[in-house]
């Protein structure tokens, strides 16, 4: 069964500063994506990266990038120029390339954000 | 921009009773999903609908859960006899199947269910 591991809880970083938050998965599957969820305190789930397996090249959004490494089968995302708005949960997901499937989550990183 | 929509928001019901809680997913998808979420946990997949069919359902999704796709827009989730651990925030999703990026799933604003 496919697992995703976020190892932290909780991470906190200043204004305008970088932060790193780290994922773990395990799979047998070669064809799948990973994503990058926020949730803020409304609690929608908003798309922030996805990154296809096959696709060697790390995905880039505006401030968001990933480091997505395969065969370690680690998946982080960076956070460049942090603003307050970018304080919420953080989720990791991973699903298979097909139709229907399930996305399977992390249990989240609550990034805090300091002026 | 279309977007998923789910009704009621905030649904307060009392242990035992049946509640049904409704999604109207993106007009031209076609696989529909539930998920929930315990408050302080992560997002748990429930079920994925298709065809008038569940394709791909959890261990969560026991005898105590439907789905159902009652007419063209609408897609619910029936819980018949609800237990406190049943509270959480709800989230219904759908996807396209024809989405050359791979089948993303557009998520709703989800709601929360108070079992009292």
């Known amino acids: 069964a496919q697992t995703v591991t976020q190892s932290q809880p909780e991470m906190s970083v200043q204004e305008a500063e970088t932060v790193t938050l780290s994922c773990t998965y395990d799979t047998s599957e070669s064809d799948y994506y990973l994503f990058w969820y926020k949730q803020p305190p409304s609690r929608q789930m908003i798309l922030v990266i996805r990154q296809e397996a096959y696709k060697q090249q790390n995905a880039t959004e505006n401030r968001f990038s990933v480091n997505f490494q395969k065969a370690a089968k680690s998946f982080s995302l960076k956070i460049s120029d942090s603003q307050l708005g970018d304080a919420a949960m953080y989720f990791c997901?991973?699903?298979?390339?097909?139709?229907?499937?399930?996305?399977?989550f992390g249990k989240g990183t609550t990034l805090s954000v300091s002026s | 921009e279309p977007e998923v929509t789910q009704t009621p928001s905030h649904q307060v019901t009392q242990m035992g009773q049946e509640v049904i809680l409704r999604c109207v997913p993106i007009?031209?998808?076609?696989?529909f999903y539930w998920y929930r979420q315990i408050l302080g946990q992560k997002v748990e997949f429930l079920v994925s609908f298709y065809n008038n069919e569940i394709s791909e359902k959890s261990e969560i999704f026991d005898d105590q859960f439907s789905v159902e796709r009652p007419d063209g827009s609408n897609f619910t989730l029936k819980i018949r006899s609800t237990k406190l651990e049943d509270s959480a925030m709800y989230f219904c999703?759908?996807?396209?199947?024809?989405?050359?990026?791979?089948?993303?799933?557009?998520f709703g604003p989800g709601t929360r269910l108070t079992v009292t």
């Open positions: 999703a759908s996807s396209d199947p024809r989405d050359p990026i791979g089948y993303e799933q557009y």
């Open positions: 007009s031209n998808h076609l696989y």
């Open positions: 997901a991973y699903r298979r390339n097909q139709a229907g499937t399930a996305l399977i």
